[in-house]
């Protein structure tokens, strides 16, 4: 049932305007119909979270929103003219969800992530669409503003504010150009302290540390916000920091990030305080291309913290949350998941985290090194994510080091399985048959790397 579902969608989708169109080209058509562009940004590295988005941006509800007031295209990276923003934090590679633009390329909200609901993509094209036709300054004219004048603190402050509420990231040059021309009585203001926070300042940055300049005020504007407002500042706060210390590859600003990542987890005890530390660190010597530290670090890491966990344990754990979602919706007078609910839970399972984890592990030592002992250990942790979670991409990971350890045709069959799970879900794997092809001829290299 759920593969007739899927193909629906697809068919639908090929239906959709603009869906094999160039950016330029749906947002010259956007501009001449006066219509919004949601751009879908996909990623290659989870087909399941594509599925979810698709399933709720192909409801009929949203569908009919969609066709009368916007024009819809899907990417699988961000385009050239969005990929180096001046004034707020650039989009990661990791990035996917829907950006909402004018016909002139200006983003008029954001929603990062997929979601179950297409009600909440059609709240965010009503929102885009408001944001267009509404009379208040927009990003481009409070930018030209603030950088006609950047000690003007309620320019910086509506700057910021706009950002905000587009789903934005202000750069760390603007809220510390705020926080130094902020009246001097703001530091008393709780909502001023929180807007600082929830600008998420990096760890160190003069802003950051305006904050702490009156202790119990600062406290007290924290605690004050709900627990997930926090959580998704300190995520925030975590991603630019660790950003910025790979860019100054600046080794003692990454222990000053990663005690404060490792500390956020203080409440769920001291093992997961060092898991995070050291995920961060891997994730810094990752993004230097420290090949060396990377893989000694790696070994260590996975192997004392992801290969020494039960998979049944965790399975069962996945198993018996699922059993009380479907009771509470049974309670609802719901009967059972629908597909997207299904598939949303299935990325939020303990067993798709750990599966993710070591499959990123696994696949970021297969990329950095042909040694057998480095590659050995990634056989392990590929054979171990396939146990947690099978997705074509984890499948593929651990085919291609099959292949690259010598086990050729036990690699074919793995391909072979992830090609085949992708086209059970309706989704071409162009990638992976080259690969499967290059194994099937013996070649030495089956990809790039």
Known sequence: MQYRIALLICCCLKLIPGFSQTFDEVCEQAKKEDKIVMLVVETDKCSQCNEVGRIGLSDPTAKRMIDANAKLLFVSKIPEP???PNLFFSFQDKFFGVIY?????NILSLYSGISTSHQTYIDKLE???????????????LSNEYYGNKNNFKIAYSLIEKMLEMGLEPQQGIIDDLTQVAPADSINSVTFLQFIYKAAPEVGSYSERYGQKNYDNSQMAWWRMSLNTRISINARIHQKSLKKAIINKDRNYLYQVSYMISNAFRPSGAQAMQVAQQATVLEYYKGTNDTALY??????????FFMTISVDSILKIDSINKEKLIKSFSNKNKQGLSVAEEKSFILQTLGMKYASALNDGAWTTYTFTKEKN??????????????????????DTYARILYKTNNKSLAIEWENRAIDLKK????????????LEAMKNGSDKIDEY
């Open 295 to 304: 893989l000694t670090y790696a070994a260590t890491h996975f192997d004392n």
């Open 127 to 141: 929102e885009a669409i408001k944001e267009k036709k509404s009379k208040s300054p927009g990003i481009a004219k």
């Open 82 to 84: 969005l990929s180096n």
């Open 101 to 105: 633009l004018d016909g002139d390329k």
């Open 424 to 435: 059970r879900r309706n989704i071409s794997a162009p990638e992976y048959e080259k690969v």
């Open 374 to 395: 480095y590659l050995s250990n990634a056989l392990r942790w590929a054979k171990r994510a396939n146990e947690f979670f099978e997705t074509p991409e984890i499948m």
